[in-house]
């Protein structure tokens, strides 16, 4: 089992920053793959940026790269998400997950275990 808890939402400004953190119990040696999704009202659960434990290799959704970046501990024990040049429409609840599977995903049914999840509201 891993635990994953978030921290760091809040409300902001349009062009602010952000930072979220999500920490990891449990048994850390299990997954592969650390990643964020983020949620809107009535929308579905989307991908925004993953990290590999093994090199810290990256991937992002087409509409973060350049403004997020993810990064990882030496400890492999807590996953962070940098938000620049915040936008109204990156507004929802991110959520925290881990991959226990093989190669980089962003999709939802690829990865095991989830965080509850917290709110970041951007606002024009």
């Known amino acids: 089992q891993v635990q994953l808890s978030e921290f760091g939402g809040a409300s902001v400004q349009a062009g602010g920053s952000l930072v979220l953190a999500c920490t990891v119990s449990?048994?850390?040696?299990?997954?592969?793959?650390l990643g964020w999704f983020r949620q809107a009202p009535g929308k579905l659960r989307d991908g925004v940026a993953t990290?590999?434990?093994?090199?810290?290799?990256?991937k992002y959704r087409d509409n973060v790269k350049g403004r997020f970046i993810i990064s990882q501990d030496s400890a492999k024990t807590t996953v962070y998400l940098q938000m620049n040049n915040l936008k109204p429409e990156d507004s929802g609840v991110y959520y925290c997950?881990?991959?226990?599977?093989?190669?980089?995903?962003?999709?939802?049914?690829?990865?095991?275990?989830w965080g509850q999840g917290t709110q970041v509201t951007v606002s024009s």
């Open positions: 997950t881990a991959r226990l599977g093989p190669n980089y995903s962003l999709r939802r049914e690829h990865f095991d275990y």
């Open positions: 449990g048994d850390i040696a299990a997954w592969n793959y």
């Open positions: 990290i590999a434990r093994d090199g810290g290799g990256t």
